[in-house]
């Protein structure tokens, strides 16, 4: 990918909200909505937002889709799964200098620039890894620990998902993985949900690598919202808005034919379950919006960046972590 190639899809884009007056938001909150500013140029991101339920200034390093593609011994019984991906992002050019560089040494240098920052928390929201790889995590996890500073991750589909298994073999597999990926949460967390508070803001993950969400799921994010803070959803694969042609969450035409990875996704269809589950979901997101409770959501899974709305809620996608890509999330108070 060369310059010009990077620029059409991420460069110098500033989006901002403009503040409606009070009285356009009466019956829902007597707050003002947030305001958002971003800026995206050369593969460094720097998103602003401002809301009058934020006390203190949050200053979060975030990354998604790193893609460790490093294997031992260990994952020979399963190469004829983890083949494609073995070779997908061996070598990418560097976000800054366009010149050849890896994943691993995307993620160390990032780690690095995190450690130098005055960033409260690194956050990684998935595909960390390419296929499941426990040499990998080992790597990571050693360097997460030498950083210094609170990391805080959510499982991507690729850090667990054995890719040719049918629907029941991939669901055994990501049970599994989830055991073998806790080197890289928090000690004590659940990993398909769990939050933690910053100065006063709510950061709730919620691990939709399998294309879905669970009852519970949507319960605790339903619990952590009421609790009153100012929250950020932070996931992996970003819901799919009416009228936003993307691969995300309830994408009305996910079938097998549309999938971008030729149906070697994490799931083969949708079902009659999963688009309930999603529009339930999708729903108490957007009353957490109206409520200004829930800044945004911050999700990974594109590799690139985009910005959408959706009534009174705003979704960030972030870039990809590969070329050493990542966002300076700042939370700002509204005076």
């Known amino acids: 990918m060369d310059r010009r190639d990077f620029l059409k899809g991420s460069a110098a884009l500033t989006a901002a909200a403009a503040l409606p007056s009070l009285a356009s938001c009466a019956g829902k909150s007597t707050r003002r909505p947030p305001a958002y500013n971003y800026i995206s140029a050369y593969g460094v991101q720097t998103l602003r937002i401002w809301s009058e339920t934020i006390r203190e200034p949050v200053h979060l390093f975030a990354m998604a889709d790193t893609h460790l ?31 050849p560089t890896t994943p691993a040494t995307a993620f160390k240098e990032s780690l690095e620039l995190a450690a130098g920052s005055d960033a409260d928390a690194v956050i990684h929201l998935g595909d960390l890894l390419s296929y499941p790889s426990e040499y990998s995590i080992e790597y990571a996890a050693g360097l997460i620990q030498s950083c210094g500073k609170p990391f805080y991750y959510v499982s991507g589909n690729h850090d667990w998902n054995y890719e040719g298994l049918d629907d029941e073999d991939k669901m055994k597999a990501r049970e599994a993985w989830i055991h073998r990926l806790k080197p890289l ?82 799931r083969s269809k949708a079902d009659g379950h999963h688009a309930t589950q999603i529009e339930r979901f999708f729903r108490e997101v957007l009353r957490a919006g109206e409520e200004n409770n829930l800044l945004a959501t911050i999700v990974g899974h594109e590799h690139d960046v985009r910005t959408e709305e959706v009534e009174n809620h705003r979704q960030f996608a972030l870039p990809y972590n590969a070329n050493g890509s990542y966002t300076d999330i700042h939370l700002l108070p509204l005076l």
């Open 69 to 99: 593609f490093e294997a031992d011994e260990r994952n020979a019984p399963y190469h004829q799964y983890s083949a494609r991906m073995e070779r997908a992002y061996n070598q990418v050019p560097h976000y800054k200098t366009l010149q």
């Open 185 to 266: 949460y928090r000690e004590g967390v659940d990993p398909l949900m769990y939050s933690v508070d910053i100065k006063g803001v709510k950061l709730i993950f919620i691990d939709d690598s399998a294309d879905d969400v669970t009852p519970a799921q949507i319960d605790f994010f339903r619990q952590e919202v009421a609790k009153g803070l100012p929250c950020l959803l932070l996931m992996h694969i970003g819901q799919a808005f009416p009228g936003h042609d993307t691969f995300y969450l309830g994408y009305p035409k996910y079938e097998p034919a549309y999938s971008p990875d030729k149906g070697l996704s994490m």
